[in-house]
């Protein structure tokens, strides 16, 4: 019986096999530039133009090589300085500068501190001149980046001279305010609660600012009359306090947003903003807010008072040390807020005991005299504020500190604090008869 002969295919020739292997990267490649071709017309439709969506993917590009490399946010510095500044008109006709905010991360302390500086603040110009700080951007004619650099050396002098340290500035944000309607209106408008009314027109701006007050929804342009509106007593500061409330509305809105809003406010975004910070440093700063809240935000002025430089109408720091310790509070952290509470019949002695509190370590933030007479002095804190408080005891002779009663009431007349403060001195009648050991 004949055995079966097994069949077996023949081996593949070399050339053949080089072929099909060719012949499956060709294939390969090829679907791999079709997916890229249609991501990058993707792109291109959602930014608006061929420009936008270069810079898109370069950013994308460069947030992959950064995170490939494990590059941490802001190359490892733990305090970083953020100049935001707005422009009034579009970034290539030598705008000048609307908003001026000076923004400090603290990454280690976990803290962010915001600095509004007055737009008519008269400084010295990098270009040796002296006027408002908002022409300083200006002085970089059409080139983007010199503005730029010129608003950033006006704000570093002003901090250096008044702080006497050196002051450098990281990065930046620019916002072009004429193409913020787009992005309102792309948000779909805004809640706001307007706090009284607004009416003003400037034709030669195009603005026309008709709002009533009380809690309603604005579209772009009443959204922009809103913010720039400063045509009240209290003039530019009021338009900086109105801007730091928008901007919280604004941000916790734009937190919220289902996914296709996000995608039709990318392009006014685009349009509006310019930065040199990287993907890697917006998303430590977003990780940051979104930890602290809006609410967790240190808000600061620079003070300044009214006055005139030949024709011209300015506003320009008076009181230096305040002005340093403003600074001070923002680039190292806030200072334990105090108030004083009067109980006792000597008329005066709140004001007294609060010109002995070092102002380098604590912020009086108010002086009140209590609705009933006190026996005993006393310091009213919480658990974490007691080791300040300690140190306050002992400068001013305080025997008793206890964080489990509450501070009695107190008329503090015109100006209460908007917060409570975190230490509380009451002073009884045996203020400042006995100089007893602080009892924790």
Same mark, same amino acid.
């Given at each position: 019986?004949?055995?079966?002969?097994?069949?077996?295919?023949?081996?593949?020739?070399?050339?053949?096999?080089?072929?099909?292997?060719?012949?499956?990267?060709? =294939? @390969?490649?090829?679907?791999? &530039? #079709?997916?890229?071709?249609? !991501?990058?017309?993707?792109? +291109?439709?959602?930014?608006?133009?061929?420009?936008?969506?270069?810079?898109?993917?370069?950013?994308?590009?460069?947030?992959?090589?950064?995170?490939?490399?494990?590059?941490?946010?802001?190359?490892?510095?733990?305090?970083?300085?953020?100049?935001?500044?707005?422009?009034?008109?579009?970034?290539?006709?030598?705008?000048?500068?609307?908003?001026?905010?000076?923004?400090?991360?603290?990454?280690?302390?976990?803290?962010?501190?915001?600095?509004?500086?007055?737009?008519?603040?008269?400084?010295?110009?990098?270009?040796?001149?002296?006027?408002?700080?908002?022409?300083?951007?200006?002085?970089?004619?059409?080139?983007?980046?010199?503005?730029?650099?010129?608003? =950033? @050396?006006?704000?570093?002098? &002003? #901090?250096?001279?008044?702080? !006497?340290?050196?002051?450098? +500035?990281?990065?930046?944000?620019?916002?072009?305010?004429?193409?913020?309607?787009?992005?309102?209106?792309?948000?779909?408008?805004?809640?706001?609660?307007?706090?009284?009314?607004?009416?003003?027109?400037?034709?030669?701006?195009?603005?026309?600012?008709?709002?009533?007050?009380?809690?309603?929804?604005?579209?772009?342009?009443?959204?922009?009359?809103?913010?720039?509106?400063?045509?009240?007593?209290?003039?530019?500061?009021?338009?900086?306090?109105?801007?730091?409330?928008?901007?919280?509305?604004?941000?916790?809105?734009?937190?919220?947003?289902?996914?296709?809003?996000?995608?039709?406010?990318?392009?006014?975004?685009?349009?509006?903003?310019?930065?040199?910070?990287?993907?890697?440093?917006? &998303?430590?700063?977003?990780?940051?807010?979104?930890?602290?809240?809006?609410?967790?935000?240190?808000?600061?002025?620079?003070?300044?008072?009214?006055?005139?430089?030949?024709?011209?109408?300015?506003?320009?720091?008076?009181?230096?040390?305040?002005?340093?310790?403003?600074?001070?509070?923002?680039?190292?952290?806030?200072?334990?807020?105090?108030?004083?509470?009067?109980?006792?019949?000597?008329?005066?002695?709140?004001?007294?005991?609060?010109?002995?509190?070092?102002?380098?370590?604590?912020?009086?933030?108010?002086?009140?005299?209590?609705?009933?007479?006190?026996?005993?002095?006393?310091?009213?804190?919480?658990?974490?504020?007691?080791?300040?408080?300690?140190?306050?005891?002992?400068?001013?002779?305080?025997?008793?500190?206890?964080?489990?009663?509450?501070?009695?009431?107190?008329?503090?007349?015109?100006?209460?604090?908007?917060?409570?403060?975190?230490?509380?001195?009451?002073?009884?009648?045996?203020?400042?008869?006995?100089?007893?050991?602080?009892?924790?």
């Amino acid at each position: 019986m004949t055995e079966p002969v097994q069949c077996m295919e023949p081996p593949v020739p070399i050339k053949t096999s080089r072929r099909r292997l060719r012949a499956f990267w060709r =294939k @390969t490649l090829l679907v791999l &530039l #079709i997916l890229l071709i249609a !991501g990058f017309t993707a792109i +291109i439709i959602v930014a608006g133009s061929l420009p936008k969506a270069l810079t898109l993917a370069g950013i994308g590009a460069t947030y992959v090589k950064d995170k490939a490399l494990q590059v941490p946010p802001f190359h490892g510095q733990k305090q970083v300085n953020i100049l935001l500044i707005g422009t009034d008109v579009s970034f290539g006709d030598s705008a000048r500068t609307d908003t001026i905010k000076l923004i400090h991360l603290d990454l280690e302390q976990q803290r962010i501190a915001v600095l509004s500086i007055p737009r008519d603040t008269w400084v010295k110009l990098p270009d040796d001149s002296y006027g408002r700080i908002n022409g300083a951007h200006a002085l970089g004619g059409k080139n983007g980046q010199r503005c730029v650099e010129m608003a =950033k @050396t006006a704000v570093e002098t &002003l #901090i250096t001279d008044l702080d !006497g340290q050196p002051m450098h +500035i990281d990065r930046f944000v620019r916002v072009q305010t004429d193409r913020f309607v787009k992005l309102i209106d792309a948000l779909g408008g805004i809640d706001l609660d307007v706090e009284k009314k607004m009416d003003y027109e400037d034709p030669s701006q195009g603005l026309f600012i008709h709002l009533e007050p009380g809690l309603q929804h604005l579209d772009g342009t009443q959204a922009m009359g809103y913010v720039r509106f400063r045509h009240d007593a209290e003039g530019d500061y009021g338009r900086i306090r109105r801007q730091d409330q928008f901007l919280r509305t604004l941000t916790t809105q734009l937190r919220t947003q289902e996914k296709s809003q996000r995608l039709a406010t990318l392009r006014p975004l685009l349009d509006m903003v310019l930065t040199d910070l990287s993907v890697t440093d917006a &998303l430590a700063m977003k990780k940051l807010l979104e930890k602290l809240g809006m609410n967790g935000l240190q808000t600061a002025q620079l003070p300044t008072v009214p006055t005139r430089k030949g024709r011209a109408e300015v506003v320009e720091v008076e009181d230096r040390e305040a002005a340093a310790q403003t600074l001070r509070d923002v680039l190292n952290g806030p200072r334990t807020t105090v108030a004083v509470i009067n109980g006792t019949e000597r008329t005066g002695i709140a004001r007294e005991a609060g010109d002995k509190i070092d102002v380098s370590t604590y912020q009086l933030i108010g002086v009140g005299t209590s609705q009933l007479p006190l026996l005993t002095s006393m310091i009213v804190t919480d658990d974490v504020h007691r080791p300040a408080a300690a140190m306050l005891a002992t400068q001013l002779g305080i025997a008793v500190i206890d964080s489990k009663v509450t501070p009695p009431a107190a008329d503090f007349g015109k100006h209460p604090a908007t917060t409570p403060a975190q230490i509380t001195v009451v002073l009884g009648s045996d203020f400042g008869k006995t100089t007893p050991p602080v009892v924790q």
